[in-house]
Every structure is written in structure tokens, then in C-alpha cells.
DNA sequence: CGAAACCAACCGACCAGTCGGTCGGTTTTG
DNA sequence: CAAAACCGACCGACTGGTCGGTTGGTTTCG
């Protein structure tokens, strides 16, 4: 049970982190703040975490695959690709609005962390347009889209969100981010030439 | 002409921050090093800026108003509001392909600052989604295209702009930012339901 | 000469990471 | 069984280095 408890304060510790980061950024985030936020002292963080980089890092990656598990999941659910797109979107936007703390971390956080992290945090932004991309190239290949750039599209795709996303993070309007929805869908949709479908009982479940 | 050797100074000194902030972010980036790349001293970029904050700042005023200048009079020279889009997009990807320097600064720099510009930041991502936003309301109004959430289709349009350069800066491919132009075009266009027309003589000039 | 421009040396705040030591519990041993 | 030995977890004072900003003196120029 001992190494229960080390695991407990583990998370505690990365819990913490991600408010402090995201409250700080990670520059302006100390170590003391992160311990005393999660209720140990500095040599208690270091007794778990080898270093500064290494918690924000970590931290990242248990974001990352936590998110990429949600839009996965909330994708399994459907076969079409436009359907699985449309479950995909609402699932972020959903996540977000639910833990704005989450996406002030990912979002306003990600990019200017420190050139320490740049390589990682290109490798990050590859990995959900990757995601895109390949559906994308599953939608052009069942013939449901015309062949295009999948690769410009899903960095588009990408950016749009995410520009949308921060843009809420920091203004905080509307109120809810799922309200995008409606303006977002068929600006996405459109754009790859994907005729419109009902979105009908999409906005509910 | 001792001001004008003060504001020579001046520039050179904010033209060697661009080089050093573009290189270093923000907070990597020492005075001492803004000092010796201009070829000064510490004390002499004190002399002529109260803090680095400031410097930081001139130089993203310096840069959002060249850049917005270049935008409107590529846009001048057209009437209608497509190929005020067209020209608009071409001198964005065209001037970063040619300063990657600037690109770095203002893509991968202006995000992560540091919290205290981020409210700065916000208005200048607003700024730019607002320049935008205006012309597709101006679509809009002329029955160019049917009428749609502009604000969002602008944050949208900026943030996938804004990702793809971003792409470019990181990982430098392809090998001109220009390229990407034949895939962004009829993505951003179909987004908000613009037809096609043909690009034909916009690509020279 | 006098003011503007410039410089080198310096100061002090800040903070990641270290280290010697403590504490509560578990295992060993006589 | 109890005392001794041990151990993982934890604490917080301290250090070493960095860097924004200051200062007092020096050069340049009109």
C-alpha cells in the first residue's frame, strides 16, 4: 500500500501543476507554489519528479492521451465519417467547456512554454492533426469527399479550432463553448466540399 | 540630427530584438544580448527604452502595423471582396516566406509571452479576426455569400492561417510558405460558401 | 562647454535544485 | 514480544547562477 500512497501524491502533485501552470504558465510557475498547492513541501515534489520540465512534461503527456481517449471513445460511436467529425468536435468543445483549466493549460500554454519544449509541442499539434487528417483520408477514400490537401485541410481544421478554442479561453464569450458548435460544424464541413447532413439529434446525447 | 541618430538607434535596437526574440522567446532572450547584437551596451538600450516590456511591445506594435499595412493595400487594389481575400492571403503567406524571422517572432512568440501580454495578445489576434470578419460581413452584405456567424468564420479563418504558418515556422516544409496557397484558397473559400472563381492572374503580380 | 548618448560595473531579487536531517511505520533480531 | 535497525516519504534552509534594472563616470557632437 505503500506504493499506492507514492502514486496518490503523484497525481496530487501533477494535479496541482496543471492549475498552477495554467493559472502561471509554466515560467512563472515555482516549484514552491506547485508543492504548496498540492499540499507537500519542494523536496517532497522532488522526492517524486526529478525536475521542473519533467512534471510539466508528464503533465502534458497524461493530457494529451486523456483528450485523444475522449475524441477517440466519443468517435467509436459512429461509422460515417461525418458523423464521427461531428462526435469528435462536440467532444472537445464538450471537454473544455467542462475543465476550462484543461484548456487554458493546452491551449494558451502549449506554444510559448519555453523553447525547451518546442520540438515536443510541434510533435503534440502533429499528433491531433494527424488524428484529422487520417479520417480525412478515410472520407476521400469512401468517396464521401472530393480529394484534396488532407494535409493543409487538417492543420486548417486544427488551427480553426483551436484559434476558436483560445479565443473563449481568454474572453471568455460565450458563455459556453459548445454554442460554437452551430457556427463551427458547417464552416468545417464546407470547407473539405462535404455536403451538409442533419445535425439533428447530434446536439443532444 | 541628434534625434535622428537617437532613432536610428532606436530601430536598431528593436530590429535586433526582433532577431534575438525570435531566436530566444521573450524570456531567454537577455538584454545584454539585445544590447550586443545592436551594437550597444546595456545601459545604452536603457537609455533609450525604460524596460524590456517596452521594447517587447514597440516591436509587436511595429510589427501588427507593417504587416496590417501591407494587408490593406494588397486588398486596395482589388474591388471585389474576393480578390481583396485573395490578395490579402498571398500577402500574408508571400511577406512571412520572405521574413521567417518576422514569422517566428509573431507566430510562435506572440502566444506564450508571458502573462503579462496577454491581454495585448488577445487584442491583437482580435485585430487581425476583426480585419477579417469586416470583409466577410461586407460579403455578406453584398450577397456574395449567404449570410453565416462571421465572427466565428473569422476567428476560424485567422486560426487555421495561424496554424499553418505556424507549421511552416516549426518545421519548415514545405520548402515556401507560398505553396500552401493552392490548398488554403478553396478551403477558406468553400468554408463560407464562396463559389469558385478562377485564380488565374492573382498567382503572378 | 554642455547636453545627449553611451558604457562597464554593480546590485538585488528570484528560483531551480540540493542536502542534511526528521518522522512514522515496518522488518529484523535477541 | 519488544527493542533495535531500517526505510520510504517528506521537510525547509541554503546555494549558485541568472538577469532586469541602476548608477556614476566617460565620450561624442553641435
Same mark, same amino acid.
Given at each position: 500500500m505503500q506504493q499506492n500512497r507514492s502514486r496518490v501524491r503523484q497525481q496530487r502533485i501533477l494535479d496541482a501543476a496543471l492549475r498552477v501552470f495554467s493559472r502561471k504558465g509554466f515560467r512563472d510557475a515555482s516549484v514552491d507554489e506547485i508543492a504548496s498547492e498540492s499540499g507537500t513541501s519542494k523536496g517532497g515534489v522532488y522526492f517524486h519528479f526529478p525536475s521542473k520540465d519533467v512534471i510539466y512534461l508528464q503533465l502534458l503527456d497524461r493530457t494529451v492521451a486523456r483528450l485523444r481517449n475522449k475524441i477517440e471513445a466519443a468517435m467509436a460511436e459512429h461509422d460515417h465519417p461525418i458523423a464521427k467529425a461531428d462526435a469528435a468536435l462536440l467532444a472537445v468543445l464538450r471537454t473544455f467547456d467542462k475543465h476550462a483549466t484543461l484548456a487554458r493549460f493546452f491551449m494558451v500554454e502549449t506554444l510559448g512554454a519555453g523553447r525547451q519544449f518546442q520540438s515536443r509541442m510541434a510533435e503534440t499539434r502533429a499528433e491531433f492533426a494527424g488524428i484529422i487528417r487520417q479520417h480525412l483520408d478515410a472520407a476521400v477514400d469512401q468517396g464521401i469527399i472530393e480529394p484534396l490537401d488532407t494535409e493543409v485541410a487538417a492543420q486548417a481544421w486544427f488551427g480553426a479550432l483551436y484559434e476558436v478554442i483560445t479565443g473563449w479561453v481568454l474572453v !471568455?464569450?460565450?458563455? !459556453?463553448? +459548445? +454554442?460554437t458548435y452551430a457556427a463551427l460544424r458547417p464552416l468545417l464541413m464546407r470547407s473539405v466540399g462535404a455536403e451538409e447532413i442533419p445535425l439533428s439529434a447530434l446536439m443532444e446525447s
Open positions: !471568455r464569450k460565450p458563455e !459556453r463553448l +459548445e +454554442e
